[in-house]
Protein backbone atom coordinates (compact mmCIF):
# COMPACT_ATOMS: atom_id res chain seq x y z
CA UNK A 1 0.00 0.00 0.00
CA UNK A 2 2.71 2.16 0.58
CA UNK A 3 4.31 1.89 -2.63
CA UNK A 4 0.89 2.30 -4.00
CA UNK A 5 0.78 5.52 -2.63
CA UNK A 6 3.75 6.73 -3.99
CA UNK A 7 5.80 6.73 -0.92
CA UNK A 8 10.15 6.24 -1.10
CA UNK A 9 10.66 3.94 1.58
CA UNK A 10 8.70 2.58 5.11
CA UNK A 11 9.98 2.94 8.70
CA UNK A 12 9.78 0.06 10.74
CA UNK A 13 8.47 1.32 13.96
CA UNK A 14 9.90 -0.85 16.77
CA UNK A 15 10.05 2.45 19.55
CA UNK A 16 7.72 3.96 22.49
CA UNK A 17 6.47 0.73 23.79
CA UNK A 18 4.42 -0.23 20.97
CA UNK A 19 3.93 -3.92 19.71
CA UNK A 20 7.70 -4.79 18.58
CA UNK A 21 9.54 -2.59 21.11
CA UNK A 22 7.14 -4.96 23.50
CA UNK A 23 8.65 -7.60 22.12
CA UNK A 24 12.50 -5.90 22.28
CA UNK A 25 12.42 -5.06 25.90
CA UNK A 26 12.88 -7.51 29.16
CA UNK A 27 10.68 -4.89 31.00
CA UNK A 28 7.15 -5.91 29.37
CA UNK A 29 8.67 -9.36 27.22
CA UNK A 30 7.99 -12.25 29.75
CA UNK A 31 7.23 -14.88 27.07
CA UNK A 32 8.58 -18.42 27.55
CA UNK A 33 8.75 -19.47 24.09
CA UNK A 34 10.94 -19.01 21.06
CA UNK A 35 10.12 -15.30 21.13
CA UNK A 36 10.54 -14.47 24.75
CA UNK A 37 13.96 -14.82 26.90
CA UNK A 38 17.21 -14.64 24.87
CA UNK A 39 17.96 -11.33 23.28
CA UNK A 40 17.99 -13.40 19.73
CA UNK A 41 14.14 -14.59 20.69
CA UNK A 42 13.01 -11.49 21.31
CA UNK A 43 14.17 -9.96 18.45
CA UNK A 44 12.34 -12.59 16.19
CA UNK A 45 9.81 -10.74 15.72
CA UNK A 46 11.59 -8.18 14.30
CA UNK A 47 12.92 -9.78 11.83
CA UNK A 48 10.05 -11.56 10.78
CA UNK A 49 8.73 -7.99 9.88
CA UNK A 50 11.95 -6.94 8.36
CA UNK A 51 11.99 -10.28 6.22
CA UNK A 52 8.32 -9.54 5.04
CA UNK A 53 8.74 -5.79 4.20
CA UNK A 54 11.99 -6.65 2.70
CA UNK A 55 10.68 -9.40 0.27
CA UNK A 56 8.28 -6.24 -0.60
CA UNK A 57 11.02 -3.29 -0.77
CA UNK A 58 14.63 -3.41 -1.39
CA UNK A 59 16.51 -3.07 2.29
CA UNK A 60 17.60 0.32 1.57
CA UNK A 61 13.82 1.48 1.41
CA UNK A 62 13.36 0.25 5.23
CA UNK A 63 14.16 1.87 8.34
CA UNK A 64 13.51 0.82 11.86
CA UNK A 65 12.99 3.22 14.55
CA UNK A 66 14.48 1.93 18.21
CA UNK A 67 13.73 3.63 21.73
CA UNK A 68 16.13 1.80 23.98
CA UNK A 69 15.83 4.09 27.39
CA UNK A 70 12.25 5.65 26.75
CA UNK A 71 9.70 4.97 29.41
CA UNK A 72 6.71 6.20 27.47
CA UNK A 73 4.47 3.24 27.52
CA UNK A 74 5.45 2.23 31.02
CA UNK A 75 8.39 0.67 28.98
CA UNK A 76 11.85 -0.49 30.81
CA UNK A 77 14.87 -3.38 30.10
CA UNK A 78 17.25 -4.68 32.39
CA UNK A 79 20.52 -4.23 29.95
CA UNK A 80 19.37 -1.97 27.19
CA UNK A 81 23.46 -0.87 26.21
CA UNK A 82 23.90 -4.54 25.95
CA UNK A 83 20.88 -5.81 24.83
CA UNK A 84 20.51 -2.96 22.35
CA UNK A 85 24.19 -3.29 21.11
CA UNK A 86 22.80 -6.72 19.78
CA UNK A 87 19.72 -5.93 17.90
CA UNK A 88 21.48 -2.92 16.59
CA UNK A 89 24.66 -5.22 15.23
CA UNK A 90 22.24 -7.69 13.49
CA UNK A 91 20.51 -4.46 11.99
CA UNK A 92 23.52 -4.04 10.71
CA UNK A 93 23.42 -6.63 8.67
CA UNK A 94 20.83 -6.07 7.29
CA UNK A 95 22.01 -2.94 4.19
CA UNK A 96 18.88 -1.09 5.96
CA UNK A 97 18.06 2.58 4.46
CA UNK A 98 18.89 4.01 8.11
CA UNK A 99 18.51 3.51 11.80
CA UNK A 100 16.56 6.06 13.94
CA UNK A 101 16.99 6.13 17.25
CA UNK A 102 14.94 8.39 19.96
CA UNK A 103 18.04 8.39 22.48
CA UNK A 104 17.47 8.82 26.31
CA UNK A 105 13.75 9.44 27.87
CA UNK A 106 11.28 10.86 25.57
CA UNK A 107 9.71 12.86 28.30
CA UNK A 108 12.69 13.64 30.56
CA UNK A 109 15.04 14.28 28.32
CA UNK A 110 17.38 11.78 30.34
CA UNK A 111 19.64 10.32 28.33
CA UNK A 112 22.06 7.73 30.49
CA UNK A 113 23.03 5.38 27.46
CA UNK A 114 26.47 5.89 25.09
CA UNK A 115 24.63 6.45 22.16
CA UNK A 116 28.20 6.86 20.25
CA UNK A 117 29.20 3.59 21.60
CA UNK A 118 25.46 1.91 19.97
CA UNK A 119 25.62 4.43 16.75
CA UNK A 120 29.48 2.24 16.07
CA UNK A 121 27.79 -0.87 16.21
CA UNK A 122 25.88 0.49 13.06
CA UNK A 123 27.18 0.96 9.56
CA UNK A 124 24.81 2.51 7.49
CA UNK A 125 22.54 5.88 8.38
CA UNK A 126 22.05 6.51 11.82
CA UNK A 127 19.55 9.30 12.62
CA UNK A 128 19.64 11.04 15.94
CA UNK A 129 16.38 12.13 18.20
CA UNK A 130 15.44 13.86 21.09
CA UNK A 131 16.03 17.10 22.65
CA UNK A 132 17.78 18.52 19.50
CA UNK A 133 18.17 22.13 18.33
CA UNK A 134 19.71 23.42 15.25
CA UNK A 135 23.13 23.74 17.06
CA UNK A 136 23.32 20.55 19.08
CA UNK A 137 22.00 18.87 15.73
CA UNK A 138 25.05 20.41 13.65
CA UNK A 139 27.50 19.18 16.56
CA UNK A 140 26.47 15.84 16.55
CA UNK A 141 26.99 15.88 12.72
CA UNK A 142 30.36 17.11 12.49
CA UNK A 143 31.38 14.55 15.60
CA UNK A 144 29.72 12.05 13.64
CA UNK A 145 27.40 10.99 16.62
CA UNK A 146 24.69 11.57 13.72
CA UNK A 147 24.48 11.09 9.94
CA UNK A 148 20.85 13.06 10.15
CA UNK A 149 18.81 14.48 13.07
CA UNK A 150 14.83 14.43 13.50
CA UNK A 151 13.31 16.25 15.45
CA UNK A 152 9.79 16.09 16.96
CA UNK A 153 8.84 19.39 18.78
CA UNK A 154 9.81 22.08 17.19
CA UNK A 155 8.51 20.81 14.05
CA UNK A 156 4.97 20.09 15.74
CA UNK A 157 5.25 24.20 16.48
CA UNK A 158 6.82 24.97 13.50
CA UNK A 159 5.76 22.95 10.17
CA UNK A 160 7.88 24.89 8.01
CA UNK A 161 11.10 24.69 10.75
CA UNK A 162 13.84 24.00 7.59
CA UNK A 163 12.83 27.28 6.68
CA UNK A 164 13.04 28.74 9.74
CA UNK A 165 16.12 27.00 10.30
CA UNK A 166 17.76 28.40 6.91
CA UNK A 167 16.63 31.72 7.51
CA UNK A 168 17.86 32.04 11.03
CA UNK A 169 13.82 32.59 11.86
CA UNK A 170 12.76 32.60 15.51
CA UNK A 171 10.78 29.77 16.09
CA UNK A 172 7.15 29.13 17.70
CA UNK A 173 7.39 28.20 21.44
CA UNK A 174 6.10 24.72 21.93
CA UNK A 175 2.84 24.93 23.05
CA UNK A 176 1.48 21.28 24.16
CA UNK A 177 -1.70 22.53 24.02
CA UNK A 178 -1.79 22.83 20.65
CA UNK A 179 -0.91 18.86 19.87
CA UNK A 180 -2.19 15.61 18.96
CA UNK A 181 -4.10 14.37 22.36
CA UNK A 182 -8.07 15.11 21.38
CA UNK A 183 -8.55 17.93 19.13
CA UNK A 184 -6.18 17.90 16.47
CA UNK A 185 -7.78 20.57 14.34
CA UNK A 186 -6.23 22.81 16.75
CA UNK A 187 -3.21 21.61 15.79
CA UNK A 188 -3.82 23.72 12.36
CA UNK A 189 -3.83 27.10 13.52
CA UNK A 190 0.07 26.80 14.15
CA UNK A 191 1.05 28.77 11.63
CA UNK A 192 3.90 28.58 8.55
CA UNK A 193 5.76 31.70 7.97
CA UNK A 194 3.21 32.49 5.53
CA UNK A 195 3.93 35.98 6.44
CA UNK A 196 6.16 36.86 9.04
CA UNK A 197 3.46 38.21 11.06
CA UNK A 198 2.14 34.87 11.86
CA UNK A 199 5.06 34.19 14.25
CA UNK A 200 3.06 36.15 16.77
CA UNK A 201 0.96 33.73 17.82
CA UNK A 202 -1.82 36.02 18.94
CA UNK A 203 -1.68 37.49 15.26
CA UNK A 204 -1.72 33.45 13.96
CA UNK A 205 -4.46 32.74 15.95
CA UNK A 206 -6.67 36.10 14.41
CA UNK A 207 -5.15 34.97 10.99
CA UNK A 208 -6.10 31.68 10.56
CA UNK A 209 -9.64 30.96 10.19
CA UNK A 210 -9.74 26.64 10.10
CA UNK A 211 -12.67 25.18 11.75
CA UNK A 212 -14.21 21.64 11.57
CA UNK A 213 -15.71 22.15 8.18
CA UNK A 214 -12.64 23.72 6.02
CA UNK A 215 -10.58 20.73 7.38
CA UNK A 216 -12.11 17.91 5.58
CA UNK A 217 -12.39 19.95 2.73
CA UNK A 218 -8.64 20.98 2.54
CA UNK A 219 -7.72 17.19 2.19
CA UNK A 220 -10.02 16.58 -0.66
CA UNK A 221 -7.72 19.43 -1.94
CA UNK A 222 -4.72 17.56 -1.96
CA UNK A 223 -3.50 16.41 -5.47
CA UNK A 224 -3.07 12.91 -5.92
CA UNK A 225 -1.13 11.07 -8.38
CA UNK A 226 -2.62 9.21 -11.43
CA UNK A 227 0.17 6.59 -10.94
CA UNK A 228 -0.16 6.16 -7.16
CA UNK A 229 -4.33 5.06 -6.68
CA UNK A 230 -5.15 5.47 -2.97
CA UNK A 231 -7.14 2.29 -2.04
CA UNK A 232 -8.02 3.23 0.84
CA UNK A 233 -11.71 2.99 1.06
CA UNK A 234 -11.95 6.46 3.00
CA UNK A 235 -11.11 8.14 -0.24
CA UNK A 236 -12.61 5.93 -2.99
CA UNK A 237 -15.37 8.17 -3.25
CA UNK A 238 -13.74 11.26 -3.44
C1 LIG B 1 2.44 15.18 20.43
C2 LIG B 1 3.49 14.15 20.10
C3 LIG B 1 3.13 13.02 19.36
C4 LIG B 1 4.08 12.06 19.04
N1 LIG B 1 3.69 10.96 18.33
C5 LIG B 1 4.61 10.03 17.98
C6 LIG B 1 4.25 8.90 17.22
O1 LIG B 1 3.07 8.72 16.84
N2 LIG B 1 5.20 8.00 16.90
C7 LIG B 1 6.49 8.17 17.30
O2 LIG B 1 7.35 7.34 16.97
N3 LIG B 1 6.88 9.24 18.03
C8 LIG B 1 5.98 10.17 18.37
N4 LIG B 1 6.36 11.24 19.13
C9 LIG B 1 7.75 11.37 19.55
C10 LIG B 1 8.53 12.22 18.55
O3 LIG B 1 8.57 11.57 17.28
C11 LIG B 1 9.96 12.44 19.01
O4 LIG B 1 10.62 11.21 19.05
C12 LIG B 1 10.05 13.09 20.36
O5 LIG B 1 9.20 14.22 20.44
C13 LIG B 1 11.48 13.49 20.70
O6 LIG B 1 12.02 14.34 19.72
P1 LIG B 1 12.08 15.94 19.97
O7 LIG B 1 12.85 16.18 21.24
O8 LIG B 1 12.76 16.48 18.75
O9 LIG B 1 10.68 16.40 20.11
C14 LIG B 1 5.42 12.22 19.46
C15 LIG B 1 5.79 13.37 20.17
C16 LIG B 1 4.84 14.32 20.52
C17 LIG B 1 5.28 15.52 21.33
Known sequence: MAKLAGFDGVEIHGANGYIIDQFLRDGSNQRTDP???SVENRMRLLNEILDAVISVWSSDRVG??????NSFNSMSDSQPQQHFGYFIEQLSTRQLGYLHILQGDMMTKVSLLDYRALRDKFSGSYIANNGYDLQKAQTALDNGDASLVAFGLPFLANPDLVRRYKEQLP???????TFYGGNEIRNMRISPVSSLRAIKRSDARKETQWNDESFPSYLTKLPRPAHAPCLHPCMQSR
Open 35 to 37: YGG
Open 64 to 69: VRLTPE
Open 171 to 177: LNPVDFD
